[in-house]
């Protein structure tokens, strides 16, 4: 259980509370929360659900006990808002499937496709930095699409949303 959701579950805490650390230790104290009620879950559907509304809310009260210290005015206010609660958890999961299916691409395909949308390289950046043709790129670029398509299905329109100016 810990394996299966921690790396998603951390990344969902960072988008609120800003701070790795942080969001590693809400994660981590969750997890043993659970643990020290251990046989609680009688279903194991509920524990997804369950998992991001206890990193929620954990998020929630560390950053009203972090605001209790004076700070700028440059952080976010607290939020309880049920459905930004709601839009973070889907943005998180397209994400994460996007980041598995990714990772399942070929390498060359996986590469161009990282150097492209997270680092922002134009074609021929990408060209100089992999030593290959910016028509390689280009139907690397092309491959990456669509095997990405095929194994997000109805998910790949939203992440043509996400990616744009791939």
Not at 10 to 16: P, S, T
Not at 24 to 29: S, W
């Amino acid at each position: 259980m810990y394996r299966a959701y921690r790396i998603r579950l951390c990344l969902f805490a960072y988008r609120m509370v800003h701070s790795l650390d942080d969001a590693e230790d809400i994660v981590h104290n969750v997890f043993l929360n659970i643990f020290e009620k251990e046989g609680s879950f009688n279903n194991i559907v509920d524990l997804k659900p369950y998992l991001y509304r206890s990193v929620h809310n954990a998020c929630i009260n560390h950053l009203k006990k972090s605001q209790k210290i004076p700070q700028t005015n440059t952080q976010e206010p607290v939020t309880t808002d049920e459905e930004d609660y709601l839009v973070k958890r889907i943005e998180d999961e397209v994400l994460w499937e996007l980041a598995q299916a990714v990772e399942s691409l070929p390498s060359k395909c996986r590469e161009v496709f990282k150097l492209g949308y997270m680092k922002h390289m134009s074609n021929e950046q990408i060209a100089a930095e992999l030593n290959i043709s910016i028509n390689t790129v280009k139907s690397q670029k092309q491959r990456a699409k669509q095997l990405l398509k095929e194994q997000l299905k109805d998910l790949f329109v939203l992440l043509m949303i996400f990616l744009k100016d791939f």
